[in-house]
């Protein structure tokens, strides 16, 4: 039995139940009552990579020793930019010797797989390592129950499930993209007071203020890619990179629904390319002159079917991301695009920060002829939050699994 999703030995059952409040299995290691703090630190050392380790999920590690009956923190770490070193690698090497005997908590199943480093399952247990607490099994079928078995086999007593729905939601991305062969989608919206998110002819206009700015840049960061459609670019020619101190190096692979290869050769976007990568989702309608001028730019074009109106076909767009990695994709718009993604049922997050003006005449809906209520008054979506950022208000939906 599990409660919370956590497996424990029996021998442990009276004094771990007593001190969490979690059922037992018989194949696994005891519970302590501080587990949970250790793990939530995990989760916060992961996702400081979130975002820059794609195609890898970001995961979080742990190393606590005690000291006089005391748990001591003795290694932490993350899985490093572009997926490598893993996040346990890193933890050992903080930790050194004092691992021999320790516990690690880790976000994600440690790897049993080789590839160009050996398993971390096999690094935790050559590091002496006595006890390991998982956060969620890995999907992954070259890992899935394959760590923990190896860390068993190796003597190593295993815990599996403690914050396992949280550890599970840090890297949804890495489940879908294996589950349904696509990233997590997140759509971003900012809406005037009046339901509009710009006026026609006027380009890009600001609504929200500099807090939700900046909460969008962080958004950004965490982000494996961001998209939007070509209108949008021909509108307001964006940059859609992160434009925050220290978080210079974080912008996302920038992708643009194209259908017929329209984006101009002389876009900051494209200009751009060689800084941070540029990807265009065209079709077969697109002339060869203009997919040959912007390869010769430095974008990478992508075809990928469109469906009866000409448009991208959203889900194979999808695919096509994750064949390249994506795991975490954040949708900015504008309202033809939004319109696509949630008209699929393809969305899986929205975040809408709504301010206080108005745009009155000439305005545009958020999703083209759809409603905004075909996301706030869906059943399909949960408000999960609610914030005010400055003079803004931001509200965050998921959808329901």
Same mark, same amino acid.
């Given at each position: ?29 005891? =519970? ?31 190393? /606590? ?35 021999? !005997? ?12 080789? *590839?160009?480093? !050996?398993?971390?399952? +096999? ?31 190796? *003597? #190593? ?23 349904? *062969? ?17 006026? &026609? ?69 494209? &200009? ?18 203009? %997919? %040959?001028?912007?390869? &010769? ?20 767009? +999808?695919?096509?991301?994750?064949? @390249? ?7 900015? !718009? ?7 993604? #949630? ?40 408000? =999960?939050?609610?914030? @005010?950022?400055?003079?803004?208000? /931001? ?7």
């Amino acid at each position: 039995m599990s409660v919370g999703g956590v497996e424990m030995a029996s021998g442990a059952q009276d004094t771990a139940s007593e001190a969490t409040g979690y059922d037992v299995a018989p194949d696994c290691g005891r =519970v302590l009552p501080y587990d949970e703090r250790f793990m939530r630190m995990a989760l916060a050392m992961g996702r400081r990579t979130r975002g820059i380790t794609w195609p890898n999920p970001s995961v979080g590690a742990v190393i /606590v020793a005690e000291k006089d009956g005391v748990p001591v923190v003795v290694g932490r770490g993350a899985t490093a930019p572009s997926g490598r070193p893993h996040a346990e690698v890193v933890a050992l090497a903080q930790a050194g010797d004092k691992a021999r !005997g320790a516990t690690a908590y880790v976000t994600l199943e440690p790897c049993a797989h080789w *590839g160009r480093t !050996g398993p971390c399952a +096999l690094a935790l247990s050559q590091a002496g390592i006595a006890r390991v607490v998982i956060g969620t099994s890995d999907v992954n079928p070259r890992v899935a129950d394959k760590g923990a078995a190896m860390l068993r086999e190796a *003597g #190593v007593e295993v815990v599996r499930g403690v914050l396992g729905a949280e550890c599970r939601a840090a890297n949804i991305g890495h489940f879908r993209r294996f589950a349904e *062969g696509r990233p997590q989608v997140a759509l971003k919206l900012a809406v005037s007071a009046d339901g509009f998110i710009g006026r &026609k002819g006027d380009g890009q206009v600001h609504i929200t203020g500099r807090e939700v700015q900046r909460f969008v840049h962080i958004m950004r960061a965490e982000a494996d890619a961001i998209l939007v459609g070509i209108g949008t670019v021909l509108a307001d020619d964006p940059m859609l990179d992160v434009r925050l101190d220290g978080l210079g190096d974080r912008s996302p692979v920038r992708y643009v629904f194209d259908s017929t290869a329209r984006l101009p050769v002389g876009s900051q976007l494209v &200009k751009s390319a060689g800084q941070v990568p540029v990807k265009v989702l065209t079709s077969a309608a697109a002339p060869m002159e203009r %997919t %040959t001028a912007l390869i &010769k730019a430095g974008v990478e074009v992508i075809t990928v079917p469109a469906d009866e109106t000409g448009r991208i076909e959203v889900r194979a767009a +999808l695919h096509a991301l994750a064949h @390249r990695g994506v795991t975490r994709l954040m949708v900015e !718009g504008g309202a033809a695009t939004a319109e696509s993604f #949630v008209a699929s049922g393809l969305v899986d997050e929205v975040v809408i920060s709504t301010g206080p003006e108005k745009i009155g005449e000439g305005g545009i809906r958020p999703l083209g002829h759809l409603p905004l209520e075909a996301i706030t008054d869906n059943p399909a979506f949960t408000r =999960v939050s609610t914030r @005010r950022l400055g003079r803004d208000r /931001v509200v965050h939906y998921r959808r329901e699994e």
